[in-house]
């Protein structure tokens, strides 16, 4: 047991079993996403009027829990996800992490769960990728994903927000999102079910908004979709996001190239892929706005030829072009069902920054080890 002199004063407990290199070599061929995880994770205990308590880097395995922990019953419970990225000098370095620290905290404001603080977030991931370095993936496309997530541990029935929390972080070697290529989804418009309200915690990423949506993913499956399209709750005609990511609109106006993405309005997920393709698409030399779309607009603008592409983004997946639009209110298809020209250079350029092909003119990459 040792202690190592870390920013967030997290305790190393190296593991007594990591994987060999052979093991590892083969269960980081074709990992896919969120399939495989690193020898280590870190957990950071909090009690209320104590604080948090010190940092754990230890052995990847299960979590111990009372049956009555808050979390099992309440869900107040909330993640994150961002990457880490080897680069060409052989460093490794995240992708504003400090974004997804402020979002954790702002996510946690909501649920009434403590701030986490962003030395403990970013120390926290220091500590395990330098760790696990070696379960960090090389090829363009490929990343650490990390997953910090924060769970009310009280042994408690009582509503109420739990007084003990705990912090865990874990990382996950992740392909190319879509090993076959980046291929255009078929998206299902949800009438039935809507993800947030006015109010609600549409803004938090909380896992109550994921498992409240999983019927209407389920629908658009029936449907012959690969992901569902949410709507405003009120008026049923704003759209707000795909599935788990933002969505972009591209518009040819008068010889101009607009990029447009549905306006934060306190329901949607302020994503940090999408921020940023705000900033890149402004130095690609398009106008980009943040405004409501209707599904009505939607529908004409492809059918007068002004809207010429449609994709989502996310940490996961980067960005996915939508090729195929079903709804009780039509069907339509965009660019023919084709990634369009924008897309893939949005993707390019998003992709270069992180693998740290492009200079890193925004200060968006953290180096790591
Ligand atoms: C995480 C998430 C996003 C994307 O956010 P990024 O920071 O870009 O990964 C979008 N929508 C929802 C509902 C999400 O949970």
């Given amino acids: 047991m040792s202690l190592t002199a870390n920013d967030a004063m997290i305790e190393i407990r190296p593991s007594a079993h990591p994987a060999s290199a052979e093991e590892r070599a083969a269960r980081m061929t074709n990992p896919g996403f ?33 049956p009555a922990a808050s979390v099992l019953h309440y869900g107040q419970a909330i993640f994150e996800g961002f990457k880490a990225y080897k680069q060409p000098d052989g460093s490794i370095a995240s992708f504003r992490p400090d974004a997804n620290s402020r979002r954790f905290n702002a996510s946690a404001a909501r649920l009434a769960m403590p701030e986490l603080p962003e030395e403990i977030f970013i120390g926290a991931a220091k500590a395990l990728i330098s760790q696990d370095k070696a379960w960090v993936p090389g090829a363009v496309g490929e990343s650490l994903y990390m997953r910090p997530l924060m769970i009310a541990t009280e042994a408690a029935l009582g509503v109420r927000p739990s007084n003990e929390y705990l912090f865990v972080l874990l990382a996950s070697p992740s392909g190319a999102y879509f090993p076959a290529g980046v291929k255009p989804v078929t998206v299902w418009i949800s009438d039935d079910y809507v993800r947030a309200a006015p109010g609600g915690t549409g803004f938090a990423k909380c896992a109550g908004n994921y498992a409240a949506s999983l019927v209407a993913q389920r629908q658009a499956k029936e449907e012959g979709c690969d992901q569902v399209v949410w709507l405003d709750a009120i008026q049923r005609e704003y759209i707000e996001e795909m599935g788990g990511m933002n969505i972009f609109f591209v518009y040819q106006e008068k010889g101009e190239t607009v990029v447009v993405t549905p306006e934060l309005t306190g329901t949607l997920l302020p994503g ?32 007068e030829g002004r809207m010429t592409e449609a994709f989502a983004c996310g940490t996961a997946a980067v960005i996915t072009p ?22 893939a250079k949005l993707r390019e350029a998003l992709l270069n920054l992180q693998h740290g092909l492009a200079p890193d003119t925004h200060g968006w990459m953290t180096k790591i080890v």
């Fill in 272 to 303: 940090i892929t999408r921020d940023s393709l705000l900033q890149l698409a402004r130095e690609q030399g398009f106008r980009a706005e943040e405004r409501k779309i209707s599904v009505a607009e939607w529908k004409s603008a492809i059918a």
């Fill in 322 to 343: 939508v090729g195929h639009v079903k709804s009780r209110r039509g069907n339509w298809d965009i660019n023919k069902g084709e990634t369009g020209p924008v897309a």
């Fill in 34 to 66: 969120g399939r495989i995880f690193t020898d280590h994770m870190v957990v950071v205990p909090y009690v209320e009027g104590k604080g948090w308590g010190k940092g754990v880097l230890k052995a990847y395995g299960p979590i111990e829990m009372d």
